[in-house]
């Protein structure tokens, strides 16, 4: 297909946008602000849908946007509006975020023009590609979910006019967060351009996570100021630290929402083309937000190609996460592996060697496809999150399901005999309670969100330890605080990739608030100031003890064999007294105990210990002449002689007599 876009030459600018179905597209240039319109010229048809002009003497930085017109008839999909600016589908930068406004959605004749209302596409000469540097990520890593503006809009250390972008990541006192971490990538929440749900505003309340884009490429400006060379900037610093960048996109809805919804840019220039509808000309909505691009159609396919591909060129990044990613695998309405989109994805020069993240699940017909996404994608596995739950909650007949999710849920991922499993493994994400709240509410608190409490999931798999909320009780404050040990253990101690989301790490809390979607203030911006610095301490231990033990980040299943030339099985599942767990002790429903011990490559073993009984319990580990245990990680100065406490994790190394080693990770988790 000819470029769509502006591209810019020497002479001028050729515009360039796709429509099967307007009869006549118009691009609009304004001055240098973006406040008034000086030219108005009409593009030509160049056939397969491209309309195009070459406009003599413009240069970059020019402002536009496109107008669209053709039959008005949104009972058959069909909302051509002249009146309505455009943004450009393949805008790369706009000049201002988008603010909903109920012009933007009338219908025609009612709303006048909306130049006034809508950002500009700025027509941007992209910065020379840089060589296609492999990702740094690896499967087996820790991914960092991090929601950009919410992560430093509190940091004292960060200079104010960064606070909450992109250029804040690069910080020496971010970066250095994040490799005490032992952080492989950073997943940024999205950062292209969004817009607020209209039912926002009038509550005094707007988006705070971005899954609301209206196109796919331009950033948002408020999380870069600087632009593309913001994240390019950002991308190549983390890079210089060892920690890659994964982009979160959402290619799966815009904010145009549903009938009711703004006519913003897709909408207005061919929305029976770009969206999903049913055959009597209803938008379909498999993603709960009114509208479902139509991602089999080859257009949209391109589109999302050369998205991916912009990012990559442009900014080096290392991958991308997928919301709601079924809907790209969506072939007239029925999810398909093999769909077009997916196996372009997979299969594409540029993007060959990147990393694939799918969020497994749409809320359209059979949409929830976990495991069943290509090779190539790895996928968060909501099982796991759920399993572990369970089992630190205390649910009777856990022990099992646990096993199985922290030997890499070969269940799922080891069909069709796969070796390694795909799972991305997490507790808590952005969407549900954080970590510190799953063991501090039994329900969910969404009241400020304005929906009577009525919106978020109801069953969260939580506990409160004896009080529903904040509390001033000792007891149950360090309750919470060994809950929180456990859960951090049990995640790092999992087979496969495993993803944190940002401020997990040091007690974060939104009070119970698990759809904090529409939270732009200090229920998500984290509380630097105030952060669990013990707590923090000992997740930066088990993140050291990953990334020193190849066995705990390995992906490949667990067979119970000897993986090498030491004869020592990759795992052993024994009972609390050294025993190998028999079928009765794992159909024990009272059940609360079990050790995993790996083998390592140099012959020795990690033992990981879990007392997920309430009382106190003494493990026993099975001897070695010549190899000795130790603490891995030194966490409440316990040993093999006393009694591990209960709720808790701990780790032991086994190390050959002569190669007595330090413990691999040191923390004061106390309190």
Request: aromatic letters at 8%; proline letters at 7%; glycine letters at 10%.
């Amino acid at each position: 297909m000819t470029p769509l876009g502006a591209t810019i030459t020497p002479q001028g600018i050729r515009f360039a946008a796709w429509s099967s179905s307007a009869r006549r597209l118009w691009v609009s240039i304004f001055d240098e602000h973006g406040n008034r319109e000086l030219d108005r010229r009409e593009l030509q048809p160049e056939g397969a849908g491209v309309h195009a002009l070459f406009v003599p003497g413009l240069a970059a930085g020019t402002r536009y946007g496109f107008r669209a017109d053709g039959d008005y008839a949104p009972e058959r999909g069909l909302w051509f509006d002249p009146d309505k600016l455009l943004t450009d589908p393949y805008a790369v930068e706009i000049d201002r975020p988008y603010a909903y406004h109920w012009r933007l959605a009338a219908r025609r004749n009612e709303g006048a023009d909306t130049a006034p209302l809508m950002p500009k596409t700025v027509a941007k000469a992209l910065p020379q590609a840089a060589p296609l540097l492999p990702p740094l990520f690896r499967p087996g890593g820790l991914i960092y979910e991090v929601p950009v503006r919410a992560f430093t809009r509190l940091h004292p250390d960060i200079p104010q006019a960064r606070r909450g972008t992109i250029a804040a990541l690069a910080h020496p006192v971010i970066i250095e967060h994040l490799q005490r971490l032992g952080v492989s990538a950073v997943e940024l929440m999205p950062v292209t351009a969004s817009i607020d749900e209209r039912h926002l505003p009038p509550l005094g309340l707007s988006n705070a996570w971005g899954y609301n884009p209206v196109t796919f490429m331009a950033l948002d400006p408020r999380l870069a100021p600087g632009g593309l060379e913001e994240l390019r900037d950002t991308v190549a610093a983390l890079r210089n630290a060892g920690i890659g960048t994964i982009l979160d996109l959402v290619f799966n809805h815009t904010g145009e929402s549903d009938r009711l919804g703004p006519t913003l840019s897709l909408r207005g220039l061919d929305n029976q083309g770009y969206y999903r509808h049913q055959p009597d000309g209803r938008l379909v909505n498999d993603t709960g937000t009114g509208n479902t691009v139509a991602c089999d159609h080859p257009a949209v396919r391109d589109m999302v190609l050369d998205t991916l591909r912009h990012f990559v060129r442009h900014a080096g990044v290392d991958g991308f996460r997928f919301d709601l990613a079924p809907v790209l695998g969506r072939v007239d309405g029925a999810f398909d592996p093999a769909a077009s989109l997916l196996e372009a994805i997979a299969g594409d020069p540029v993007l060959a060697d990147r990393v694939l993240v799918a969020e497994p699940w749409d809320i359209g017909p059979d949409g929830y496809q976990l495991g069943n996404f290509p090779p190539r994608f790895l996928e968060w596995n909501d099982r796991y999150r759920d399993d572990a739950r369970r089992f630190w909650r205390g649910d009777a007949g856990a022990v099992g399901a646990l096993a199985t999710r922290l030997a890499g849920s070969s269940d799922i991922f080891g069909k069709a005999g796969q070796p390694a499993s795909r799972t991305v493994n997490f507790i808590a994400a952005h969407d549900g309670m954080t970590l510190a709240d799953i063991v501090a509410y039994e329900r969910k608190h969404n009241a400020d969100n304005g929906e009577q409490n009525r919106d978020g999931h109801n069953d969260n798999l939580s506990w409160n330890n004896g009080a529903e909320g904040e509390t001033d009780r000792a007891a149950i404050t360090k309750a919470r605080f060994d809950d929180q040990c456990a859960l951090l253990a049990t995640l790092f101690a999992s087979r496969g990739t495993i993803m944190l989301t940002a401020g997990d790490e040091f007690g974060r809390s939104q009070k119970g608030n698990n759809n904090a979607y529409a939270q732009d203030n200090a229920i998500t911006w984290l509380d630097w100031a105030g952060r669990d610095q013990v707590l923090e301490r000992y997740a930066s231990a088990l993140g050291m003890l990953r990334r020193t033990v190849p066995a705990l980040s390995d992906t490949d299943f667990l067979t119970g064999q000897p993986a090498d030339a030491t004869g020592i099985p990759d795992v052993a599942w024994l009972t609390e007294t050294g025993m190998p767990l028999a079928a009765t002790d794992w159909n024990d429903p009272a059940r609360h105990r079990l050790v995993m011990l790996l083998g390592d490559a140099d012959g020795g073993r990690l033992a990981v210990m879990i007392n997920g009984d309430r009382r106190q319990c003494v493990f026993s580990l099975p001897e070695r002449e010549g190899f000795r245990w130790q603490p891995a990680v030194e966490t409440l100065a316990v040993d093999l002689a006393r009694p591990l406490p209960g709720r808790s994790v701990h780790f032991m190394a086994e190390h050959r007599t002569e190669k007595w080693q330090p413990v691999f990770g040191q923390s004061d988790a106390k309190k």
